[in-house]
């Protein structure tokens, strides 16, 4: 990411937070303790910044939703401009990279899918990563929030 970005990044996937408490993935989802995840990247994000890191990238399927990006938004600050990315992956290349894979039936990979394209959060600019390997990608995430777009919240 140094390379993409020119500086170190940090990257916060919020699956490992929900893994420091659920870590074979029994639980049900619960708002509450979605809330309490969102909670603690915020304090991570906070830290990290606070300790000269200038980029931190949060990951995870749980941000989608403006319901949950709002409060994570908020409690950044206003110190903080905040971009919001949507990876989109086409439904044959899902499949193809889960094909074989214990515990990913491709009909669960598909509902999981189709709630992710109609909750878009408004103002999210959308990075389609069908067909991009991981640094096509991270540069063409770089691209776009070098350009603004995505923005949510510009510091001032």
């Given at each position: 990411m140094i390379a993409a970005w020119g500086h170190p990044v940090a990257a916060i996937d919020l699956d490992t937070l929900y893994q420091a408490i659920d870590p074979l993935?029994?639980?049900?989802?619960?708002?509450?303790?979605?809330?309490m995840v969102m909670e603690q990247a915020v304090a991570?994000?906070?830290?990290?910044?606070?300790?000269g890191w200038r980029t931190v990238i949060l990951t995870g399927n749980s941000i989608f939703d403006p319901?949950?990006?709002?409060?994570?938004?908020?409690?950044?600050?206003?110190?903080?401009?905040?971009?919001?990315?949507?990876l989109l992956v086409r439904e044959d290349v899902i499949l193809a990279?889960?094909?074989?894979?214990?515990?990913?039936?491709?009909?669960?990979?598909?509902?999981?899918?189709?709630?992710?394209?109609?909750?878009?959060?408004?103002?999210?600019?959308?990075?389609d990563s069908s067909d991009l390997g991981v640094r096509a990608t991270l540069d063409a995430l770089v691209r776009l929030v070098s350009r603004g777009s995505g923005l949510l919240h510009q510091p001032g």
């Open positions: 993935w029994e639980l049900e989802y619960s708002d509450d303790r979605n809330a991570w994000t906070r830290s990290l910044v606070e300790h319901h949950d990006t709002a409060p994570v938004v908020a409690a950044l600050g206003h110190d903080m401009a905040v971009h919001h990315v949507t990279r889960c094909a074989g894979q214990p515990n990913r039936d491709p009909a669960h990979l598909v509902a999981d899918l189709r709630p992710a394209r109609r909750l878009r959060h408004p103002g999210t600019v959308l990075l």
